[in-house]
């Protein structure tokens, strides 16, 4: 196996976080920001792209462009056993919900998933971007044109909001989503939008215009709290200042439309 072999114990219910146990000259790689704690011997470096073995400079710096693309950084962190012994390194998730580990060796070598999903894994893992290809999907797909790509043969680690759903697709069989609730999937399941039926339920169903269709076979993962959804409740909880904009009032979101806000 290319990729590194780590091990691994998720803690917590609801905020929870990875603890990474690794040997002498392992290594994880991270997102920038994501590091909870870690061990005297465990030496941390940022790089560009994933850490996966590129040509030369211009290799490297196409790796980190691709991330670019999905809203990330250009860097990465990668955390290194230095030490003597094993050695662990923690990493925390940014907001509710639940930390989910892929074996990508057990799923084809590829997992699919929203661009803000990845949190870490094993250092040989590639961190890409995955187009999609019908142009419904990428104006209306609530995750857009471009998702990461996870390759390899090792562990991964993603992240979501709430209560994380996996469920198996068996040939042909179809899911209905709501096209924030898509965690990840496996490279075989196909994914379109679909326009939802009636003209009341598009605009007054409170469930958007699309929903996303999933169709089998392979496994795809669903999350309960999209954190886009959070955060429109909270903004929504607000409280604002005059007249027709005071919270709870039902002329807010009339003055809102006609106010630009």
Known sequence: MRNHEIDYKIYGDDMQFVEVELDP????????????????????????????????????????????LTGESLFMTTFTNNGVGKKQVSFASPYPGKIIPLSLDEYGGKIICQKDAFLAAAKGVSVGIEFQRKVGVGFFGGEGFIMQKLEGDGMA????????????????????????????????????????????????????????TLTGPGTVWIQSLPFSRLASRVFAAMPQTGGAKDEGSIARGIFNLFDGD
């Open 25 to 68: 000259q392992e290594t994880v790689i991270a997102e920038a920001g994501s590091l909870m704690m870690m061990q005297d011997g465990i030496h941390m470096e940022t790089i560009f792209g994933d850490g996966t073995e590129s040509s030369g400079f211009m290799g490297k710096l196409f790796s980190a462009g691709k991330r670019v």
């Open 157 to 212: 680690f993603v992240h979501a909001g709430g209560t994380i759903v996996k469920k198996e697709l068996s040939h042909g069989e179809l899911l209905r989503v709501d096209t924030g609730c898509l965690v990840a999937m496996t490279s075989s399941v196909n994914y379109n939008i679909e326009l939802a039926k009636g003209v009341k339920t598009a605009l007054f169903g409170g469930e958007g215009l699309f929903f996303a």
